[in-house]
């Protein structure tokens, strides 16, 4: 079992930038494949971007193509987003996920394991 733990979310205007992480307790981060997602009030859960076991393979969603970057270490078995230029419809609650079944990257968030408990991201106009 692995628990998920976000940081880095917070208020940045339009145009700016935040990088959030994904810290996981335990051993064997790298046999996980990551992901994160965000979740708007009133929206379902979408995902974001995803990145494999290994790092080498990542996968994002058409919002955040060119502007998002998915990257992990497993020496610090942390997975990192880095987001800029941030637009108003970005806000949101963004969660990492771990998926210990296949190499990944997964896009779909019912395959994955474990949940984070989100980061909040607002970004004002």
């Known amino acids: 079992q692995v628990q998920l733990v976000e940081s880095g979310g917070g208020l940045v205007q339009a145009g700016g930038s935040l990088r959030l992480s994904c810290a996981a307790s335990g051993r064997a981060f790298g046999s996980y494949a990551m992901g994160w997602f965000r979740q708007a009030p009133g929206k379902e859960r979408e995902f974001v971007a995803a990145?494999?076991?290994?790092?080498?393979?990542?996968s994002y969603a058409d919002s955040a193509k060119g502007r998002y970057t998915i990257s992990r270490d497993n020496a610090k078995n942390t997975v990192y987003l880095q987001m800029n230029s941030l637009k108003p419809e970005d806000t949101a609650v963004y969660y990492c996920?771990?998926?210990?079944?296949?190499?990944?990257?997964?896009?779909?968030?019912?395959?994955?394991?474990?949940w984070g408990q989100g980061t909040q991201v607002t970004v004002s106009f």
């Open positions: 996920a771990a998926d210990q079944t296949v190499p990944g990257p997964v896009i779909v968030p019912r395959f994955y394991d474990y």
């Open positions: 990145i494999s076991r290994s790092g080498g393979r990542t």
